[in-house]
């Protein structure tokens, strides 16, 4: 050190270089105004109709300061040591797929985030002090459901709910085909309108058609997959661990184009491949970020598209290992 400060100027790994003395007399007022930047920037300004949640209660954390380099599964690995985890946000950035510098945690059982929020909020991450706060939740939207008059405020909060549970891993069976969209397909399939297909005075049984229509659907759209490597297996089992970037769509419209779902996705993140069989009721997306495909799941579950609900699930980890083992 005394060698480098005799010389005031020079070049080190290629760049140039100045040495200055300090003068420490005033180093003491300094750091003191540093601490009090660093509190200011760590203080949290609560917005109007906002209000801290009870972290013992919510078992959710809000953390920020969080190192732009760092991945989801970083951040996880370094939250789960102290209890599971139910979920997890991490917003990216949608050009450079980077960490935004903040997240959300959320503990299954609470009394694991109030360890997690005394022993690293402070703790340094990647070169980062990280910064836990708890949740915050708005009232004002909670006050206005709840004074909604009639229905509406009923039909809201079931939609509210319906859309909480929608990430729930028993939803719907995987060829799950509804019997409008049934109807629909059976019809276009074969050049002829919907009311002459569900005519119960024509020759036959209605049911019978239905269930013929319906297994041929289901047949092509198994053929179809096969096709396009899709590991039908996966698919049997109903306790499997779930993809975090590969979605199922179930009851679409019949007559549905791919570039209609593509349009409809790619607006929530980039897309990977996007599958749709010949009878178009279900569909397969893949993201290339899990926390695109978190945002999109959330936003479009059972949200109406064209004259029907969109009933999303996540797939089964290994949905696409037959087309990997072909690569190789």
């Given at each position: 050190?005394?060698?480098?400060?005799?010389?005031?100027?020079?070049?080190?790994?290629?760049?140039?270089?100045?040495?200055?003395?300090?003068?420490?007399?005033?180093?003491?007022?300094?750091?003191?105004?540093?601490?009090?930047?660093?509190?200011?920037?760590?203080?949290?300004?609560?917005?109007?109709?906002?209000?801290?949640?009870?972290?013992?209660?919510?078992?959710?954390?809000?953390?920020?300061?969080?190192?732009?380099?760092?991945?989801?599964?970083?951040?996880?690995?370094?939250?789960?040591?102290?209890?599971?985890?139910?979920?997890?946000?991490?917003?990216?950035?949608?050009?450079?797929?980077?960490?935004?510098?903040?997240?959300?945690?959320?503990?299954?059982?609470?009394?694991?985030?109030?360890?997690?929020?005394?022993?690293?909020?402070?703790?340094?991450?990647?070169?980062?002090?990280?910064?836990?706060?708890?949740?915050?939740?708005?009232?004002?939207?909670?006050?206005?459901?709840?004074?909604?008059?009639?229905?509406?405020?009923?039909?809201?909060?079931?939609?509210?709910?319906?859309?909480?549970?929608?990430?729930?891993?028993?939803?719907?069976?995987?060829?799950?085909?509804?019997?409008?969209?049934?109807?629909?397909?059976?019809?276009?399939?074969?050049?002829?309108?919907?009311?002459?297909?569900?005519?119960?005075?024509?020759?036959?049984s209605v049911a019978v058609r239905m269930a013929l229509g319906e297994t041929q659907i289901v047949q092509e759209t198994r053929q179809f997959l096969l096709d396009n490597s899709?590991?039908?297996?996966?698919?049997?089992?109903?306790?499997?661990?779930?993809?975090?970037?590969?979605?199922?769509?179930?009851?679409?419209?019949?007559?549905?184009?791919?570039?209609?779902?593509?349009?409809?996705?790619?607006?929530?993140?980039?897309?990977?491949?996007?599958?749709?069989?010949?009878?178009?009721?279900?569909?397969?997306?893949?993201?290339?970020?899990?926390?695109?495909?978190?945002?999109?799941?959330?936003?479009?579950?059972?949200?109406?598209?064209?004259?029907?609900?969109?009933?999303?699930?996540?797939?089964?980890?290994?949905?696409?290992?037959?087309?990997?083992?072909?690569?190789?």
């Amino acid at each position: 050190i005394a060698r480098d400060l005799s010389c005031k100027r020079g070049v080190s790994g290629g760049r140039y270089i100045e040495v200055f003395r300090v003068d420490n007399s005033g180093g003491k007022a300094r750091r003191d105004k540093r601490d009090k930047d660093i509190d200011r920037s760590f203080t949290r300004n609560l917005k109007e109709g906002e209000e801290e949640e009870d972290v013992a209660e919510s078992g959710r954390l809000f953390v920020r300061n969080l190192p732009y380099t760092c991945t989801e599964e970083e951040l996880k690995e370094l939250f789960t040591k102290h209890g599971p985890l139910s979920e997890m946000h991490f917003p990216i950035d949608s050009l450079t797929k980077k960490s935004k510098g903040f997240a959300f945690i959320t503990y299954m059982i609470p009394e694991n985030a109030v360890a997690a929020l005394a022993q690293l909020d402070g703790h340094i991450f990647q070169g980062r002090m990280l910064h836990l706060l708890p949740s915050t939740i708005k009232k004002e939207k909670a006050d206005s459901d709840a004074g909604a008059p009639g229905s509406s405020s009923y039909k809201r909060q079931k939609d509210a709910k319906t859309k909480a549970l929608s990430s729930n891993s028993h939803n719907w069976n995987t060829l799950f085909l509804g019997t409008n969209a049934v109807a629909d397909a059976i019809a276009e399939k074969y050049n002829t309108t919907k009311s002459q297909v569900l005519d119960h005075e024509s020759a036959g049984s209605v049911a019978v058609r239905m269930a013929l229509g319906e297994t041929q659907i289901v047949q092509e759209t198994r053929q179809f997959l096969l096709d396009n490597s899709v590991c039908l297996d996966s698919f049997s089992q109903a306790a499997a661990p779930r993809s975090t970037s590969v979605i199922l769509v179930k009851n679409l419209p019949a007559g549905v184009a791919s570039s209609e779902l593509e349009e409809l996705f790619s607006a929530h993140g980039s897309l990977g491949r996007v599958l749709l069989p010949p009878s178009g009721l279900t569909a397969i997306v893949e993201f290339l970020e899990p926390t695109e495909a978190k945002r999109a799941f959330t936003r479009l579950a059972y949200s109406k598209f064209q004259h029907v609900p969109l009933y999303l699930e996540w797939a089964p980890v290994g949905v696409f290992v037959a087309a990997q083992q072909e690569e190789e």
